[in-house]
Nanobody
Framework: QVQLVESGGGLVQPGGSLKLSCSVSGFALDGYAIGWFRQVPGKEREGVACISKREGTNWYADSVKGRFTVSVDNAGSTVYLRMDNVKPEDTAVYYC??????????????????WGQGTQVTVSS
């Protein structure tokens, strides 16, 4: 059974850091690109970052470039999103998802076919 489970969300002050985890099971990470997305009420889901373990490539949205880092653990079962210097506009529910086109890292939600349940990130003082 394919599963993606996000964790690590919470309340963080502006300028602080947070590390989200996406634990996967039921499939091998080598065969997929894993994307991170976020969504706030009333807005469309937005691509944040993506990593392709097999291709050794990643992608970041301009709004997070230089502040967020996506990585994969050595065991190949968890994808992380390290968020540094967070801003109030980073507040959202964060999701991870898998894209069977492992060679193509993108921020387009329609290219991803399995999703986690999301974890809330709130940036506030």
């Amino acid at each position: 059974q394919v599963q993606l489970v996000e964790s690590g969300g919470g309340l963080v002050q502006p300028g602080g850091s947070l590390k989200l985890s996406c634990s996967v099971s039921g499939f091998a990470l080598d065969g997929y690109a894993i994307g991170w997305f976020r969504q706030v009420p009333g807005k469309e889901r937005e691509g944040v970052a993506c990593i392709s373990k097999r291709e050794g490539t990643n992608w970041y949205a301009d709004s997070v470039k230089g502040r967020f880092t996506v990585s994969v653990d050595n065991a190949g079962s968890t994808v992380y999103l390290r968020m540094d210097n967070v801003k109030p506009e980073d507040t959202a529910v964060y999701y991870c998802a898998r894209n069977p086109a492992y060679w193509y890292c993108s921020g387009f939600p329609r290219q991803y076919n399995s999703w986690g349940q999301g974890t809330q990130v709130t940036v506030s003082s």
